[in-house]
Each structure stands twice: as structure tokens, then as C-alpha cells.
């Protein structure tokens, strides 16, 4: 069945770029999701790509997605404290409708 | 700018009794989700809503569960008759034409 893998910690320094990878196994995900978690907040909708694109990029967000290797990445360029979160993966068929499936998330650490 | 609300934010209850999660979905939005995050673990996909009845539902979402659109606005859950491993954080989310917009969450506990 359908599944997405994240790795669990990600530590960083302040002003570094922090790189968050995940993986899909369902080869028809038309859209991949970049959500953001707070402590007791929601998730927070950062970025998706259409399976089509290879990259996007929003301010300080690039996804890339590679869709050979079902492999997603999420780059946050100049981290800052306020980044510290837990990120998740997620895909779907189709944009309205369907089911999001999600990764565990990653959780992400940025020290000053 | 317009969000998903829930509320409560926490909920405890005793195992055997009914509970209803409540969410307000974004205004114009036409699908309505409900999903799960038990501590720990990922998030859930439970079920999904549109015009006014289940488009989709997982193998979570069993006879225990239902959904309703009581009004213009509100958007429920109901669990029957609780168990301890329904404790989790449950999120209602909805969409438009594009993405899922979520809602904070009801943190819901059984004892």
C-alpha cells in the first residue's frame, strides 16, 4: 500500500540551510505536500509540486522532487529559530478530495 | 485570513462514552476531512466529505464513527462508545478547489 518515510531528527545551526527528504511509494501521487506542525498548533500548509515539476521554489522553500526515485526534498534556506517545528511529507491522487498520506514527520532543530 | 477552527482543544472521557469533535470549516470550502495523530505515530486519514456524505473513509473509520453536517457551518465527528486507543489528536481539514487547510486540533484523551 501506500507509504511515506521520513527520517525523525534533523539538527541544524542558525543560518545554515536545512535539507528534510522523504520518500513515496505510490507512483501515481499526482501531489506532495510540505506541512509545518508548532507545539499545540495545526499543521500548517508550506508548499506542494505537481508530480510534473521537478522543482519549485517559494522565498526561502526549494522542493525538489525526483519521481524516478519517489524522493521529495524540502531545502529551508537561512534557518532561523522560528523554523524549529515538525515537517511533514505527505502525498495524494488528486488535489481536492482524496486522502493526504502522511510521513511521521521530521522534527526540526535549530540552535543559535 | 480564514481558517479551519475546532474546538474543544482537549477533550477527556470515559472509555464506553460518546463524544462529538467539533469543526468549523473554512466558509466557501466544499470537501470536509477528518484525520488522526495518535502520540507518536503518523498522521491518519479517517474519512472524507462532500455534498453532503462520506466520499471516502479508511479501515480506522468503522461503525464506531460517524460524520455530520448539522448545519451551513459545522462539521462533526461522533464516536459511539470510546475506547482507549481512540486517545489522539484528532484534525478536521477542509478544501476548496486546491489544498487541505487544518484545523488546530482536539486533543482527545480516554480513560
Known amino acids: 500500500g501506500e507509504d511515506v518515510e521520513q527520517s525523525l531528527f534533523l539538527s541544524v545551526r542558525e543560518g545554515d540551510s536545512s535539507v528534510i527528504n522523504c520518500t513515496y511509494t505510490d507512483s501515481s501521487s499526482t501531489y506532495l505536500y510540505w506541512y509545518k506542525q508548532e507545539p499545540g498548533a495545526g499543521l500548517q500548509l508550506l508548499t506542494y509540486i505537481f508530480s510534473n515539476m521537478d522543482m519549485k521554489q517559494d522565498q526561502r522553500l526549494t522542493v525538489l522532487l525526483n519521481k524516478k526515485d519517489k524522493h521529495l526534498s524540502l531545502r529551508i534556506a537561512d534557518t532561523q529559530t522560528g523554523d524549529s517545528a515538525i515537517y511533514f511529507c505527505a502525498e495524494s491522487l488528486e488535489q481536492a478530495g482524496t486522502a493526504l498520506i502522511f510521513g511521521k514527520g521530521t522534527t526540526l532543530s535549530v540552535s543559535s | 485570513e480564514p481558517e479551519v477552527t475546532q474546538t474543544p482543544s482537549h477533550q477527556v472521557t470515559q472509555m464506553g462514552q460518546e463524544v462529538i469533535l467539533r469543526c468549523v470549516p473554512i466558509?466557501?470550502?466544499?470537501?470536509f476531512y477528518w484525520y488522526r495523530q495518535i502520540l507518536g505515530q503518523k498522521v491518519e486519514f479517517l474519512v472524507s466529505f462532500y455534498n453532503n456524505e462520506i466520499s471516502e473513509k479508511s479501515e480506522i473509520f468503522d461503525d464506531q464513527f460517524s460524520v455530520e453536517r448539522p448545519d451551513g457551518s459545522n462539521f462533526t465527528l461522533k464516536i459511539r462508545s470510546t475506547k482507549l486507543e481512540d486517545s489522539a489528536m484528532y484534525f478536521c481539514a477542509s478544501t476548496g478547489t486546491e489544498t487541505q487547510y487544518f484545523g488546530p486540533g482536539t486533543r482527545l484523551l480516554v480513560l
Open positions: 466558509s466557501n470550502h466544499l470537501y
